[in-house]
């Protein structure tokens, strides 16, 4: 493993997830690339959005969806799911694996605690994963 | 229109192996409809081949570009400052679109992204169903238009074979029996007769098995 500093992206739905919160966890993250990109539902989230950031050097990225049936806009968390599984699949393809994209769908409407735990979870995960996507 | 679908990456990776420079052409016509090679997978598949090959161990350098149309070469003209400055080109048209390039520019290789899958129509969100084989004598009017060539597993001209269950085939399960389809059609139509006559065998030279087919209208050449 390199010695760069770890890369993550965050996309997240503005509903379901405050942005001053968001980048505020993601300053508090010393040693650590993370970018905090808002969304107006996750369900615009696309494949090339996803496959950019990994272009770009991300070792992992995730999507915050909202709630199951609680999309404002009724499909946006399920086609974001959908994307990410696509995007999880072309990247095995790719030769980066499974693994580096992750879906993070709070159980309550607002759950500020549970997201963060799996931010944390899913960043602990990836900086243990072989790095092999260094520009 | 016609339906196509992407090779894999490691395919992709494969076929370019040795390039340097190269051009991803997506095509605006059928393969954007059909979600295969137009502008957005033309990023996605660049973006793609760029970390696979970067994890091969040779960077490829990728120029993004998309024309109106792969098969013609008023389209094809618009293309021609990118496809000069490139070693060679991976097109994400059909099949007549690479080999038009490839036409266009005989010093410079062209490779297929896509596999050309079959003429179809865009069944439902996402699904594409085959409808036509471009058998090139159409028999559409006898069946009620609904192809029997195409959408019948055993092809057959004078059905049905007697093994569908309910109204799926039994070959293809998940498929509707086709000649189930002609029956409620020819029905609804009021041309249930036809049914009754025998259909000859299909003279296929009028196909792909007669040999490259080739149409000339003479009063537009002049």
């Known amino acids: 493993m390199d010695n760069r500093p770890l890369k993550i992206y965050l996309f997240f739905c503005s509903n379901s997830f405050d942005t001053d919160t968001a ?17 107006p539902c996750s369900g615009k989230v696309d494949l090339l959005y996803l496959i950019k950031a990994f272009e770009t050097g991300a070792d992992g990225v995730m999507v915050i969806t909202c709630k199951q049936d609680a ?10 799911a959908r994307r990410v599984e696509a995007v999880d699949s072309l990247l095995e393809e790719i030769g980066l694996g ?28 990836i900086s243990g994963l072989a790095c092999s996507n260094s520009q | 229109m016609i339906v196509a679908e992407r090779k894999t990456i490691p395919e992709l990776i494969e076929i370019l192996k040795g390039q340097k420079k190269v051009l991803v052409l997506g095509c605006g016509t059928c393969v954007t409809v059909c979600l295969a090679g137009g502008e957005r997978e033309v990023s996605i598949i660049s973006s793609a081949l760029r970390i696979a090959s970067r994890l091969a161990g040779f960077s490829l350098q990728i120029e993004e570009l998309t024309i109106e149309r792969q098969c013609d070469n008023v389209f094809i003209e618009k293309a021609a400052e990118a ?7 991976l097109s994400l048209g059909c099949g007549a679109g690479v080999q038009a390039i490839a036409e266009r520019y005989p010093a410079k290789p062209v490779y297929a992204g896509l596999n050309t899958a079959f003429l179809g129509i865009l069944e439902e969100r996402a699904v594409w169903t085959e409808k036509c084989v471009a058998c090139g004598a159409c028999v559409l009017h006898e069946y009620g238009g609904i192809c029997p060539i195409t959408r019948c597993a055993k092809h057959m001209l004078n059905g049905p074979c007697g093994g569908s269950r309910e109204d799926r085939c039994e070959v293809l399960p998940d498929r509707p029996c086709a000649w189930q389809l002609i029956y409620q059609r020819l029905k609804g139509i009021g041309q249930l ?23 000339v209208r003479e009063d537009h050449r002049i």
Do not use: M, T
């Not at chain 1, 500020?112 to 799996?118: A, G, K, L, S, Y």
């Not at chain 2, 007769?193 to 149409?215: C, E, F, M, T, Y």
């Open chain 2, 83 to 89: 496809i000069e400055r490139n070693d060679a080109v």
């Open chain 2, 193 to 215: 007769d036809r049914l009754k006559q025998i259909k000859p065998p299909k003279n296929w030279n009028a196909s792909i098995h007669g040999g490259l087919r080739v149409i």
């Open chain 1, 98 to 125: 499974r693994g580096r994209i992750k879906v993070i769908k709070p159980k309550e409407e607002v759950d500020v605690e549970q997201i963060i735990r799996e931010v944390d979870n899913f960043r602990a995960k």
């Open chain 1, 23 to 39: 980048r505020r966890y993601c300053a508090a993250r010393e040693g650590e690339e993370l970018k905090a990109i808002s969304l």
């Open chain 1, 71 to 80: 999309c404002r806009y009724l499909e946006g968390n399920l086609r974001a």
